[in-house]
């Protein structure tokens, strides 16, 4: 990885973008090396005695990145870097059985990608390739030997093939150049960190710009090929606060952009940071409760990371992963929601479809646009869910029992492990109910409940950022479908006033609470955002376009998370 000093950024970040002819792949030098050294693998990567392999695909990942932070109101990174690596999917055996989806040890589920040189060097790309897929061929031997063992000892009730077949597909696109003012984006930064300078009681907090154009090379031994590029904008704003009993409380602004559409600045950029700062504020002055059980509100950022949770992440892994020692099952859940395909797991009023193809929604550019996956397959659109009813799933080249192809969406995570998921995530609703509405039922459902007031949730945390802050260990293991809310509000049934609420955390959350959603706003919103995977540290751009939801019952219990109060006045404001 190569960074470039400040001084030098400053006059040519401007005009910063990858340096690549565009055209075929006979243009250009990095899609020529993986081609030849593919072809030469699968003529000659043999061992005595042994199969070669049946399949070979390279995936080679380039992120061009353009980074400043800020912390209290002081620019304290401002670089470029650019970084490429090679991920190898080699497969032994056919493609009934070969040697992927069985781990016999952490090193089989922590197989980064492979570090390439920069350079856009033919000679130099092709040593690398070679090097790494001799490893990757002895590797796949050992495993496939052991998953045979394996299966011989604890044969499955399911026969199903390890590889969907694919027709080849290629796509050479032009890459995308980024433009960014870095200068401008200097203050933008610098001037959100200073908005927390305004509330005292703020702890701490985290501003940080992103620039990135991201690359990817594919090539595959059945002929698919491909070139893209994408750029994204990511402006991540979190800070975090005490209350006086010591509960930790972090909020967050996550503006993800992608192609020429910029993040969030200016004035609508401070005021938008000013609310998060002032429910910050109020959240900690607030009374905690100890539980609640009955309806829920779901709007704004909590909507979308409501479906993002207790639906998206219960897609992923629809085929359960064998395992040589059982303890590292439960690392690899198996999603909740993979084995119920064709059965009801929303009302009969909920509708969603995964569109990996559309750009925008209402004028604003989705993130989860994409026309090709990771595996080479083209991106269908899907429709996930019709009148309640759970028809398909995001699909890479793994057969399920009832699902036998792909549908492009197979995403390779830094581990080289490829999990299906989402792009452009779209929930709607054939009864929608207006805003003021969604309100006046939540109380009626109070009401029905002999509850004095029903919970209006704006933002759940996200370990992602309030991992930042914690100087204690979370030491609840316990399995939780949705993270604890934290800008939370009770709407009082008699008069619809509302005050701030904490110390709440879900429990007996299951996928069951899907089905317990009453109504669906006309608030529909388009959301970017980096959807969590089964690895927590691993994440991916997405879009969910969603309305507010409303959730009948949900059971919450006392669940602060509290750490020891600094013993001295934060510097900063002393006067």
């Known amino acids: 990885m190569k960074t470039m000093s400040k001084w030098l950024l400053s006059l040519i970040i401007i005009t910063f973008s990858i340096s690549i002819a565009t055209g075929t792949d006979k243009d250009d030098p990095v899609a020529r090396a993986m081609s030849d050294e593919l072809k030469r693998s699968m003529d000659e990567l043999i061992i005595e005695g042994m199969p070669p392999p049946y399949f070979i695909g390279y995936l080679i990942n380039e992120d061009s990145t353009i980074s400043i932070e800020s912390h209290y109101g002081s620019i304290t990174r401002s670089e470029s870097t650019r970084q490429r690596e090679l991920s190898i999917d080699l497969r032994v055996g056919d493609a009934h059985l070969d040697n992927t989806n069985f781990y016999a040890s952490w090193q ?7 570090e390439l040189i920069e350079e856009d060097s033919y000679d130099a790309l092709r040593h690398h390739i070679w090097y790494y897929t001799d490893k990757a061929y002895k590797k796949a031997l050992e495993v496939l030997a052991g998953k045979k063992a394996y299966l011989q000892a604890n044969p499955t009730k399911d026969d199903i093939p390890d590889f969907a077949s694919v027709e080849p597909f290629i796509e050479f696109s032009e890459l995308p ?28 907090w985290h501003v940080s710009y992103t620039g990135k154009i991201r690359t990817y090379w594919y090539v595959n031994s059945e002929g698919s090929q491909h070139r893209v590029g994408k750029i994204y904008h990511i402006l991540d704003v979190s800070a975090t606060i005490q209350a006086e009993d010591g509960e930790r409380l972090t909020g967050f602004r996550q503006y993800l952009t992608s192609g020429d559409e910029k993040p969030l600045s200016g004035e609508a950029l401070l005021q938008d940071i000013g609310e998060l700062a002032a429910d910050l504020e109020a959240m900690a002055k607030a009374a905690s409760i100890d539980e609640y059980v009955g309806p829920i509100l779901f709007t704004e950022q909590a909507a979308a990371q409501f479906i993002s949770h207790l639906f ?38 909920v509708n969603i479809t995964d569109e990996p193809q559309r750009v925008k929604w ?6 989860g646009y994409q026309t090709i996956d990771n595996e080479g397959v083209p991106s269908q659109n899907i429709t996930l869910v019709e009148n309640g009813r759970l028809l398909t799933l995001p699909m890479k080249r793994q057969p399920t029992k009832k699902i036998s192809n792909s549908n ?3 995403k390779v995570l830094p581990n080289q492990m490829t999990i299906p998921g989402i792009t452009n995530l779209i929930v709607s609703s054939s009864k929608p109910v207006k805003d003021k509405k969604m309100i006046t039922k939540l109380r009626r459902l109070c009401k029905d409940y002999d509850s004095e007031y029903g919970l209006l949730i704006k933002q759940f945390d996200e370990s992602v950022y309030s991992n930042r802050y914690r100087t204690i260990e979370e030491t609840d293991e316990s399995e939780i479908l949705l993270p604890r809310p ?7 049934a008699d008069d619809g006033r509302i005050e701030p609420v904490r110390g709440l955390m879900f429990d007996e959350v299951s996928i069951r609470n899907l089905r317990d959603i009453v109504a669906m706003g006309k608030d529909t919103k388009a959301y970017n955002l980096t959807q969590p995977t089964i690895f927590s540290q691993f994440r991916y751009a997405a879009s969910i376009i969603t309305p507010s939801i409303l959730v009948e019952e949900m059971e919450l219990k006392q669940g602060m998370f509290q750490e020891p109060m600094p013993i001295t006045a934060n510097p900063m404001f002393i006067k």
């Open 312 to 349: 998206v992440e219960q897609l992923s892994l629809p085929r359960k992963p064998l395992v040589a020692n059982s303890w590292m099952s439960q690392y690899m859940p198996t999603g909740k929601l993979a084995g119920r395909v064709n059965r009801r797991v929303f009302p009969d009023f």
């Open 362 to 367: 209402e004028g604003k550019q989705l993130a």
């Open 408 to 410: 492009g969406h197979g």
């Open 177 to 204: 150049q980024l433009a960014v003012n870095i200068s401008f984006w200097e203050k933008q930064v610098q001037a959100a960190s200073d908005v927390f300078k305004d509330y005292p009681v703020i702890q701490n």
């Open 486 to 492: 934290t800008i939370v509000y009770k709407v009082f």
């Open 108 to 114: 089989d589920v922590w197989n980064y990608r492979k």
